[in-house]
């Protein structure tokens, strides 16, 4: 006579199974990252705004123009006032020529003519390069290019803009700050002696180009500008002051 036992069957508690599963997930996990090492990850790519270089071929030009297509990078600084920026405007073997020599290889009418494009203003209407040196200590007070009728009278003719051009670059201080920039400090207490707003720092052969007047002629108060003090270093600075209509050289 055979006696049948019966085998009760063991169930798995939670913990047992939890294990379980983890283990089958590690092990998949494993096997999936063996077998995939040399397939390559396809990530979604940003799209970023590319400008795109075109060769175009020069177009007729009248009697004034040029025969050629020029580009001269810069960076808006400023809206308010219009400020722009433009590094490498000139070589430093032209930055020394132009504070310690006469034009005798027409280095000065070069940068003058390259002026003009910058500003598309014609080079006869700028004054002569005024040439300024700061030493430690020494500043410029915040003042405006631009000659109010109020106080000097009718002019004959207004200076539009001013490009700066940087001879040397400054250790530390001599920054070119405009305290008004954006309406900022705009108050009848400001004080003119002030080193605040926007501010540029000297870097030899870089360029900057400010418009003291609105398009409709008036002055533009955010054009208020100064030169901070020179902390450390020597700072050497040409300005081309320029009007709305030609210079003409005195006898």
Known sequence: MKIKTKRSKRKLGLPAAILLCSLFFLAGLYSSTFISHDVPVIRPRLRMLEVAEVDHDAMPHGDTGEAFIESIPFQVLSWNPRALYFPNFATP??????????????????????????????????????????????????HYDAFNPDEYGPQPSQRVASFLLYLSSVEEGGETMFPFENGSAVSSGFEYKRCVGLKVKPRQGDGLLFYSLFPNGTIDRASLHGSCPVIEGEKWVATKWIRDQIELDEA
């Open 93 to 142: 073997e032209q930055c020394t020529f132009i504070s310690g020599s006469e034009d005798k290889t027409g280095v000065l009418d070069f940068i003058e003519r390259k002026i003009a494009k910058a500003t598309m203003i014609p080079q006869s209407h700028g004054e002569a390069f005024n040439i300024l040196r700061y030493e430690i200590g020494q500043k410029y007070d915040s």
